[in-house]
């Protein structure tokens, strides 16, 4: 079993940044594939960002690519998001998750492609 547990999340400006942390328990997941997700209320889960095994190959949504940097720590288990230049359209509850049925060599971007996730950690940005 994997638990997964967001933290950094809280009220800021637009324009601000924010650091999500999420460490991993009950399994080492440096082998795995691990991303970020947000829901917004009224609104689908959607794909933030994907990171693989290494580090080597990170993906980004097109909403956050240049503002967003996905990040891990195998040695301490922790997938990171550092979130810059916040704006109000951010304003979500964000997910980290992870993929275990295969080796992490790439990275994803679809919801059911990842088998673990975190409870969650509000973000809201005012303008």
């Known amino acids: 079993q994997v638990q997964l547990v967001e933290s950094g999340g809280g009220l800021v400006q637009a324009g601000d940044s924010l650091r999500l942390s999420c460490p991993a328990s009950g399994r080492t997941l440096s082998i795995y594939t691990m991303g970020w997700f947000r829901q917004a209320p009224g609104k689908e889960r959607e794909f933030v960002a994907s990171?693989?095994?290494?580090?080597?190959?990170?993906a980004y949504a097109d909403s956050v690519k240049g503002r967003f940097t996905i990040s891990r720590d195998n040695a301490k288990n922790t997938v990171f998001l550092q979130m810059d230049s916040l704006k109000p359209e951010d304003t979500a509850v964000y997910y980290c998750a992870v993929c275990t049925r295969a080796y992490g060599s790439s990275v994803y971007r679809e919801v059911h492609e990842y088998d673990y996730w975190g409870q969650g950690t509000q973000v809201t940005v005012s303008s």
């Open positions: 990171i693989n095994w290494s580090g080597s190959s990170t």
